[in-house]
């Protein structure tokens, strides 16, 4: 057993001893069949979140009304999930009831696919019901029962099961993937959080190539925001080598390039990303979109910084067909021989320019002037040097 597993034994045979059933369930028991590490496991057990409550001394309810309790135990956070049912799912999204059972049957029965329904109890020994381990050994993907039913019930599942071929390498069972392509119009009422999270883990997977495919074959991307009317570019994107993109920002800037999206921060607000990591693709964009290339441009390397500049340098790469890592030890090298990589490098402040200027208000000329300062000391026309740059300034009549 993996020692994410025998750390989190104490917190299973604590349960146990005050007389209720706990398992090892989910990804972790999967991922560990698979021989892939998980980060972290997950628990399902008979008890309530309050009989859980008092058995462990330090808890924090983070989605007690799901029935998950977090248990902080010496060796780590563990999240222990009472053996739950969920029925009526009228608007095919969420359940209108979560009932809390006492049978770990009934819990597997009502997860999502059959490798994600086994459980494995504290000696190792797996619980099985539904064929979760000869579906692993077959590399497929099958739906727990009948699949136009767990579809219709919550269609974030089809994006998932695409989501799992991107990361396992796993196939589609025949059935499945065939209620999928059925029932691919109800992510219409998916929610675009749920949506973003399973698309970038869909992107970052080994077999993301494949997974885009089947976006494309399946009509998925129809639901993704913003995508409808791609279709022709998305079915390019396996024509690329985007498993050369190491971070989801490259595989956002990639997408973003390809179908030519214009208002990059109207498109990824609709995907509800954070601001912070929309300001960066647009960064990463706007490198790649640069010519002549950003290299020569020693200013806008210095603003953009090198990490956007690293990846920007991989997608564009990817789209032109050449080197990446040759792509990425230019920019680094140009990026090395910066005179200076940051403001306070600059030998002038805003302080000397309103010193020197004792007639002049603070204003906008005073960030032009920092900027002309900045642009001729990287570009090497005069010296980091406060005397020299004073001279510059009052040759150039910007101060
Ligand atoms: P990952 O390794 O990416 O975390 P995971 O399988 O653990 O994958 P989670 O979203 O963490 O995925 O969910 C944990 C478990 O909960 C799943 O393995 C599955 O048994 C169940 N599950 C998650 N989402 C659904 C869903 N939409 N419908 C049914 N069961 C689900
Ligand atoms: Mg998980």
Redesign the pocket.
Known sequence: MDQLFTEAIPVIAAIEEAGYEAYF????V??SLTGRL?NDV?IATSATPDEVKAIFPKTVDVGIAHGTILVLHESGNYEVTTFRTESGYSDFRRPDEVNFVRSLREDLQ???FTM??IAMDRKGKLIDPFGGKEAIQKKEIVTVGNPDERFTE?G??MM?AIRFVS?LSFKLNLDTYASLKKHVHLMEHISVERILVEFE?LLLGVERKKSMELVVDSCLYDYLPGFKSYKSQLERVGTYSIEELKNIEELWGFLLVLLDIENIESFLRNWKMPMKNIRFIQSVVRLVKQDPSFLQDKFLLFKEGEKAAVSAASVRAVLENTNVQNAINAVKETYKDLIIKSMSELALTGHDLLAWTSDRKPGPWVKEAMDGALQVVLTGKVANDKVAIKEWLNTCNLM
């Open positions: 369930v989910g990804g972790s999967r991922d998980s997950d009502r997860r999502d994600n329904a919550d974030l599942r998932r990361q883990k």
